[in-house]
Structure formats: C-alpha cells, structure tokens
T-cell receptor, first 115, second 116 residues
Framework: NAGVTQTPKFRVLKTGQSMTLLCAQD?????MYWYRQDPGMGLRLIHY???????AKGEVPDGYNVSRLKKQNFLLGLESAAPSQTSVYFC??????????????FGPGTRLLVL | AQSVTQLGSHVSVSEGALVLLRCNYS??????LFWYVQYPNQGLQLLLK??????LVKGINGFEAEFKKSETSFHLTKPSAHMSDAAEYFC??????????????FGGGTRVLVKP
C-alpha cells in the first residue's frame, strides 16, 4: 500500500514548455486534489475531482488543466509554463462520507522550477 | 468563503518548553478544523482534527488543540517540545457541506524551531 505517489519528484522547465504531473493513489479514494505550496502562503487549491471523469476549479486554477480518466489517477498539466508557476505541487486524496469530514492524505510533492 | 490566519510565521522554542501555535478562522458556518505537520522535504501529515464533537482534540505526538467558537480560534499546543517537533505546521478549515467537496483552506504556516 503506497498511499499517494507523485511523479516526477523534481523538474526544471523553460518558460513556454509544457509538462504533466501524475498523481496516483491506491486507497480507492473518490476525491483527489492538486495544491501548490509557496512560502508564506500555505497550500492553495488548484483543481480537484470528486470522482472519475469529473473535475472542478479551486482557488488558483489559471494556467493549469487537469484530467481524471481513471479513479486512481489525477493528472495536472501546464500547457505553457511561466516562472510564476515555480512552486512545490502536492496531490492529495480522500474518501467521501456524507456526514463527516474525511482526512486528506498527501503525496510527497513535486518541486517545479520554471526558468 | 472561509479563511485561516496563523499568527507568527516562525516560532522558536527551547526543548522541554511549551509549544503554542495560534490559528484563527473565519467561516460562514461552523467549520471543521485541522492541523497538519510537514517535515522537511515531505508531504503533509494530519496531526488532529475537530469535527464538532469534543472541543478539546488530542492528536498524535502529544499535540492537542481546543476549538473556541467565541474566539474563532483553534490553537495548537504541546506541553513539552522535543527536537523532533521541528517542522512546519499548517492550520486548515473546511465546510461541513457535501457540495463543498471536502476542500481545505490553509493558513500560511508556522515554522517551528526547537533549540537544545
């Protein structure tokens, strides 16, 4: 049971390049999330998904796209990277319960540097 | 919309001393509240959570937090700091509404330094 895994761990991009970050979870969770972490700002939600085939915007969605074609995977895409997207990206997942808050489980993060 | 404010981006404590990390929230409805810890170069790990049961919540590693509705606070404490407590701590809030998608809103984080 690996929990939440992220690929790659570190990446350097040039401005204008594209890339995809992969998140995988083996806990059969319905919900998945992408956050970015920047110094002094905590974590901010980029996009999230409440089930296979569904996605929704979070707090800071501009410049990113996502897809959830399989329940266990959640992909984050940058079509044209900008230096402002230099950050640490975290994926998380949780199960769903209608009457209580379920814990989010986080991956180890992907460090992205855009030059 | 909900928000979280963590007072103090850095806190320095001596080993064996009290750890107190402050968190205040704003929410249109009574929220769920969380504290997460992040060790260097790792992801976030849940310390404890408040979900409208007991107002004093005990978590892992000897931490606890008290929900005070009148003060809109959820401060985190540990009676005696250990060197292994050096990390960054995040307070987070979510709305207990199905349509909210279980989303978390985080504070800016407090980095704890433990001095020997």
């Amino acid at each position: 049971n690996a929990g939440v895994t992220q690929t790659p761990k570190f990446r350097v991009l040039k401005t204008g390049q594209s890339m995809t970050l992969l998140c995988a979870q083996d806990m059969n969770h319905e919900y998945m999330y992408w956050y970015r972490q920047d110094p002094g700002m905590g974590l901010r939600l980029i996009h999230y998904s409440v089930g296979e085939g569904t996605t929704a915007k979070g707090e800071v969605p501009d410049g990113y796209n996502v897809s959830r074609l399989k329940k266990q995977n959640f992909l984050l895409g940058l079509e044209s990277a900008a230096p402002s997207q230099t950050s640490v990206y975290f994926c998380a997942s949780s199960t769903f319960a209608p009457d209580r808050q379920e814990t989010q489980y986080f991956g180890p993060g992907t460090r992205l540097l855009v030059l | 919309a909900q928000s979280v404010t963590q007072l103090g981006s850095h806190v320095s404590v001596s080993e064996g001393a009290l750890v107190l990390l402050r968190c205040n929230y704003s929410s249109s409805v009574p929220p769920y509240l969380f504290w997460y810890v992040q060790y260097p170069n790792q992801g976030l790990q849940l310390l404890l959570k408040y979900t409208s049961a007991a107002t004093l919540v005990k978590g892992i590693n000897g931490f606890e937090a008290e929900f005070k509705k009148s003060e809109t606070s959820f401060h985190l404490t540990k009676p005696s700091a250990h060197m292994s407590d050096a990390a960054e701590y995040f307070c987070a809030v979510s709305l207990p509404i199905k349509a909210a998608g279980n989303k978390l809103t985080f504070g800016g984080g407090t980095r704890v330094l433990v001095k020997p």
